[in-house]
């Protein structure tokens, strides 16, 4: 019995069962615990953006964390993009980073860092384990941190000495973190928003965290077809319930004219979970706050107080009965293309169209992708896990951590192209794990959206060196023969009737397969 043991059995004792893991030299003794403790699923990554992607994905789906084993300052470092997206979707997770033992840290070896100072932008919390003894009470409290509402990074530095001291035969049992209940809304924010809301002023809910999955999403339904109030959502979100007969909830539009144009008739907004929304960047003579000023929005429930509760309360203020109808399903008139060349948008609407119930979608397309927000609104019920840092490069992770956790449903990947690339090891994973995805890659082999931003910030007409920074063509990348190096079987269309074949193989077979559409 080790420091290594311990953790392992605190994580295992506090339902955390899966580890992505990309370890070295100083977590040797976390991989040989895992022999002696089956019950903890480990699962390699070949890269660590690969390995937080998909603690990421899995979290949002199993709603509890997984563990991740990461090396030393620079492997930490080589994840932090995804704990980047993962922090703003307030992910629960667990880091595990190994580090030098305590007595080798002064001799400044080659890979010495400042673990602390690398963690700490991209966690809620983080603690340096120093003794195999602290070493169970240190990694509860580490779940207890990413448990707490709406979820939290936590970070674990384990220095080799605390993994591999050894520890008495009667050693205490592993420490068992408390669960804790979200804290309620406050009553008087909540008379607030019911008394904005009787006003007769145009207002409208903005849905985050829980309040855009069920139960609390068909609360928010009542309450919008008894009072008039729209229902909107932030441009990315953690995940989002989706589908014929859940209540439709329209999203914020990236594009910031398009965002200032969804918002301007608001006359007052109501955050359910979450926050004001802001223009991802600053251009030229555009305003960085998106809704119309007059009104400061009103604080209904923050993302850590129970967002069911606050919009049953909010209901029960406005008289909304509990067997009110709830919003109808929306109309979409725009036709599914059926033959010709392959466009972003029939991509987007064969898919949205033929999803399988309860499928799970990872949704890093960008550009070519904005249509599928609209068209999934009438897609069979499935979940919808979008980009919510900005961070690109979580799209196959977090599909292959969400196929982990729920390996019963299908998940498919709506990937594009340049940001496939940051972490295309994720694919040789999924091989390796026999995930059921189906990855879409929408390839335009270019940075479509730096094009769109390039005219934001006032170059109408880029040049030859700037157009080499934007396109990624010269040699074009084959999708194809990336995802055969990774194990992955894969086809490549260019028309609408290629393609609606392809996803009809894909949605058929189980295993991870891909379709490079070229668009």
Not at 167 to 181: G, R, Y
Not at 310 to 333: F, K, N, Q, T, Y
Request: aromatic content about 4%; proline content about 7%.
């Amino acid at each position: 019995m080790n420091g290594a043991d311990s953790l392992c059995d605190t994580l295992l004792a506090n339902d955390v069962d899966v580890c992505f893991a990309n370890p070295g030299t100083s977590e040797m003794h976390f991989v040989a615990a895992l022999d002696r403790k089956p019950r903890m699923r480990c699962v390699l990554g070949l890269f660590e953006g690969v390995v937080t992607g998909a603690a990421d994905g899995y979290a949002r789906m199993a709603d509890k964390p997984a563990a991740t084993l990461l090396h030393l300052g620079p492997g930490l470092g080589n994840g932090l993009a995804n704990l980047h997206n993962a922090k703003r979707a307030r992910t629960p997770m667990v880091n595990v980073v190994g580090d030098h033992a305590t007595y080798h840290v002064r001799y400044d070896a080659p890979l010495t860092s400042d673990v602390e100072g690398v963690a700490q932008p991209m966690s809620h919390w983080v603690h340096r384990s120093l003794t195999a003894q602290a070493l169970s009470a240190d990694t509860a409290e580490a779940v207890r941190i990413a448990r707490q509402a709406p979820g939290n990074i936590a970070t674990l530095i384990l220095p080799a000495d605390a993994a591999w001291g050894e520890l008495p035969a009667n050693s205490p049992a592993p420490v068992v973190a408390a669960q804790e209940a979200a804290a309620p809304a406050d009553a008087a924010m909540l008379r607030a928003a019911a008394q904005a809301i009787r006003s007769g002023k145009r207002t409208a809910l903005l849905l985050g965290g829980t309040a855009l999955r069920e139960p609390a999403l068909s609360v928010a339904g009542r309450i919008a077809q008894a009072t008039g109030v729209r229902l909107l959502s932030p441009t990315s979100n953690r995940r989002v319930q989706r589908g014929l007969g859940r209540t439709p909830v329209t999203r914020i539009p990236y594009p910031v004219d398009q965002a200032l144009a969804a918002l301007n008739d608001v006359q007052q907004l109501i955050l359910v979970g979450a926050a004001a929304p802001v223009a991802f960047f600053a251009y030229p003579g555009k305003p960085s706050l998106l809704a119309p000023q007059e009104h400061a929005p009103i604080v209904m429930a923050t993302p850590e107080q129970d967002l069911l509760q606050a919009l049953e309360w909010l209901a029960d203020e406005l008289g909304v009965s509990p067997s009110a109808p709830g919003l109808p399903p929306v109309e979409i008139a725009t036709e599914i293309p059926r033959s010709g060349a392959l466009t972003g948008a029939a991509v987007c609407l064969i898919t949205a169209r033929r999803l399988p119930e309860n499928a799970i979608v990872c949704d890093e397309s960008i550009t070519q992708g904005r249509e599928f927000g609209i068209s999934n609104a009438v897609s069979a019920p499935h979940d919808w896990l979008q980009l919510t840092g900005g961070a690109i490069g979580i799209g196959l992770p977090m599909a292959t951590g969400a196929a982990v956790a729920c390996p019963d449903r299908k998940v498919i990947t709506l990937q594009a192209d340049g940001s496939g690339m940051y972490t295309v090891q994720a694919l040789w994973t999924q091989a390796r794990e026999h995930l059921d995805c189906l990855t879409i890659v929408l390839a335009n082999r270019s940075y479509a959206t730096l094009h769109g931003e390039m005219k934001n910030v006032g170059v109408q007409s880029p040049g030859h060196n700037a157009l080499r920074m934007l396109d990624i063509q010269d040699p074009s990348l084959n999708w194809v023969h990336l995802a055969a190096g990774m194990g992955v079987e894969a086809v490549r269309v260019d028309t609408v009737e290629a393609f609606t074949q392809a996803l009809e193989q894909g949605l058929s077979r189980k295993g991870p397969y891909l379709i490079e559409a070229l668009i």
